[in-house]
């Protein structure tokens, strides 16, 4: 799609044209037969995917487990992750994403073997909404109006599918379709799913409901065979009035990275009410034909934008159907509705940007795939175009690295090549954030510096990447023998930084240094001294979790000091740089709740990639 000035512009005038003379096609038009296919989901492709991952704040989630296909890996400082050359079917892949502490989702796009799909996440908190008892049943419902109700004795071990009795903890989470400040983030699956006949389509949602089981223990449980719960799900006011009779009622489907009709809610007033048999995310819907659709969107100056946000919708609804990001060279591809006069507008990096009235292109789906070819985006407002060179000790161009930038919602990782750095993306506003350089080739890393990006030009000049090493590393011993040695790329050594106050002065804070494990559910290794946010000697540690989840369980070993461990610190970079230390002192197992009696002679050292 690369084309010189001339041809782009005899492009732009000829597609305004073919769009202008297009027949507005109604609702009343539609066929929900025409452009069915089943997807052979066994036939796969080669392919690059990559992304990030942030909390329900925007911040970067680091070690997150993500899985695409067979692979596996974790999500860096920056909650960046990715995959090279690895099989996905070619009709959909998927990414999956866990994280202690919240809910495990899945997002899904159109592979294609010649570029990276890029995906962003927005993990919602596994927070409970409420409890019931399982022999008596019970209704846990949100301030939203959206509501599960249990039957009495409905309530099973998932793993064992042993009836289960006690107390059962709800995880609810109800995401609005509707636009948001996060909207491109917000939403599980793809809107991408099959019908009762196994047939690919398009999910308009009209809300979707997030529901997990656990028992007092931590276990997960299910419904029992036999067995349903009702749900409510709320209609957003500003969908009511498409909202018909009947919705598809649709559940995510982990194995496949679909959403999978199971039956039908009923409009009652402003919600759709229905019975589910099991929990996971599930969704009222209508399902639409659709047809795949990809574009390249670039500034007036022809550089492709990377990382904006892109929402393809209705051009006569208030709203519009979430879609994606567009990659490092600016293209966007996927599955959108057929049939249907379509917007597509361009934003930020986590959602559209306020205020974009002109920043749109009109264009209409039949029953054919469509390329949309480059679209000049009207983006100057927000658009910043970073430049620069890269260096190494030698002077020599970098030829294998990349700039990341963090913060304010610009999360962009960048390729060097040859040591030119030349990046446009879109910041809502403009404001300060951080950069480094990463030489990968000899894993060496600039300094974290930070810089107010302004509209139009951005120089960076010439960075050196030299001297400081961009590997984290961790070495514990317990008794004079090696018990965890953190190595990259396998495991990441991460430091949180707590800027509240802790309550022993005014002038201590928390740090806590967690060790990632690809291959583990949780993190493997975590521990927190208190002391001050700069190099000095006057700090301690009490606690150290050598595995599972820090919260006490039957699957953690925590070994703790009577008094407090002095731990020095000789290194306290700021955030995208590195904090390292160490200790040696006198720990002791804690057991059953109970502290042993044999003491151990416990020594660390480490140097962690600071987070935040």
Known sequence: MKKNITKLIAFIFITLAFFSCQKMISSEEYNPDENAFKPDLGKTIRTNVNGYVFNSTGEPIANAIVKSGT?????????YFSFDN???PEAVGFVTVSYNGYITTLKSFKPVTTRAATVRFQLQKDEAAGSFNA??????????????????????????????????????????????????????????????????????????????LKSTSGEQLQIASGKQAAITIPIPSIKLSAARPEAVLSSLDFTTGL??????????????????????????????????FEAQIVDRLLNPIAGGGVAVGPRDNPYYFKYGFTDNNGYVSGYIPANRNLVLKVGGGYAICANQTTNYT??????????????????????????????????????????QTFGQGFYNRIPITNGVIQFTGLLCAQSAVNY??????????????????????????????????????????????????????????????HLSTHPDSVDLNFTTIVVGDINATNVTFSFQFVGKSSASNANYIEEIFLSGTGNGGADDKRLLAKTKVPFTITEFGNVGEFITGSFNGVFYDWIAGQMGTTPKQVSGTFRAKRLN
């Open 71 to 79: 692979s596996q890996t974790l999500t860096d400082r920056f909650g």
């Open 86 to 88: 690895i099989s996905l």
């Open 135 to 212: 022999v008596n049943g019970g209704t846990i419902k949100l301030s939203d109006g959206s509501q599960v109700v249990f039957e009495p004795n409905s309530i099973v071990n998932k793993a064992t599918n042993a009836t289960y009795s006690g107390s059962v903890a709800v995880s609810m989470t109800y995401i609005n379709p509707a636009e948001t400040a996060n909207n491109l983030l917000d939403i599980p699956g793809g809107q991408i799913g099959l019908d009762e006949n196994g047939y690919l389509k398009f999910t308009e949602s009209f809300g979707v409901l997030g529901v997990e």
């Open 259 to 292: 959403w999978k009709q199971e039956g039908k809610l009923t409009r009652s007033g402003n919600n759709y009410v229905g019975k589910v048999s099991h929990f996971s995310f599930w969704q009222s819907s209508d399902n639409l034909p659709l047809v795949s």
């Open 362 to 403: 009109n264009f209409t789906t039949y029953n054919q795939n469509i390329d949309l070819g480059t679209i000049v985006g009207s983006v100057e407002q927000w658009s910043v175009l970073i430049k620069g060179t890269a260096v190494d000790c030698n002077n020599a161009p970098v030829t294998n690295g990349y700039i």
């Open 436 to 497: 480094i350089v990463v030489n990968s080739g000899t894993n060496t890393q600039s300094q974290a510096i930070t810089k107010t990006f302004n509209l139009g030009t951005n120089d960076l000049g010439e960075v050196k990447v030299c001297a400081v090493s961009a590997i984290s590393s961790l070495l514990l011993t317990v008794d004079g023998q090696k018990i965890m040695e953190a190595t990259e790329p396998s495991k990441y050594t991460l430091a949180f930084h």
